[in-house]
């Protein structure tokens, strides 16, 4: 073999090994153990679209709870363009008229849902009205680490008349919803600094 083409090979190698690498490194199933978030998102064959996630959260039950509850402020944790035509509170059960626009959405959709919380300190959102054929929110809400974070069990299924195929909706329900979980995890972190203060 000639001096250039042991050069070359040797060269290819170590492509090789460095594309082999960046595959092993930074392939996403790698990291899910060491991750706060675990998402499944998925097109129910029966139509509509189911998420189920565990997030552990960087702060006590009654920080999460109270951003997570604080419904006047709701369309601020989601990066989807959102924003509240009403909202009351009556015996402990909130209605929430909101008005969401979305890329796969054709204009502008309304969802009404009445949110509360359980005796058991779950919280509970279920559809009232608006765009949206079916939509059920549950978050269960357990101490973590000595009481100083939050393991939050969370559940979603939504069905809404749109063009876009369910698993195009799941798809981009799972980068939305991948986002709301750290905009309330950020949001928490800086409730936590503040309360230190």
């Known amino acids: 073999m000639s001096r250039l083409t042991l ?3 040797r060269f290819m190698l170590w492509r090789a090994l460095i594309l082999i690498c960046c595959f092993i490194l930074g ?5 899910y153990a060491a991750e706060p978030i675990l998402l499944d998102v998925r097109a129910e064959p029966t139509g509509g679209v189911k998420a189920i996630a565990t997030v552990l959260f960087s702060a006590p039950v009654s920080v999460i709870q109270s ?3 604080d419904y006047a402020h709701w369309p601020s944790l ?3 363009r959102m924003r509240i035509a ?3 509170v009556q015996d402990g059960v909130t209605r929430l008229d909101v008005r969401i626009a979305h890329a796969l959405l054709l204009g502008e959709r309304r969802l009404v849902t ?3 919380t359980l005796p058991n300190g779950e919280l509970l959102s279920d559809l009232k009205g608006g765009d949206f054929t079916s939509y059920h929110r549950r978050w269960k809400l357990t101490p973590a680490e000595g009481e100083a974070q939050t393991h939050a069990e969370f559940e979603l299924f939504v ?3 749109t063009m876009a195929p369910d698993w195009l909706v ?3 329900m799972k980068r939305d919803l991948a986002a709301h979980f750290r905009i309330v995890q950020d949001r928490a972190l800086g409730q936590m600094q503040q309360l230190r203060r």
Not at 27 to 31: D, L, N, T, V
């Open 7 to 9: 050069i070359y090979n």
């Open 27 to 31: 392939w996403p199933g790698w990291s």
């Open 67 to 69: 951003i997570l509850t």
């Open 78 to 80: 989601f990066d989807v």
């Open 86 to 88: 009403d909202l009351s």
């Open 114 to 116: 009445e949110s509360q």
């Open 159 to 161: 069905e809404i008349e």
């Open 170 to 172: 799941a798809m981009a």
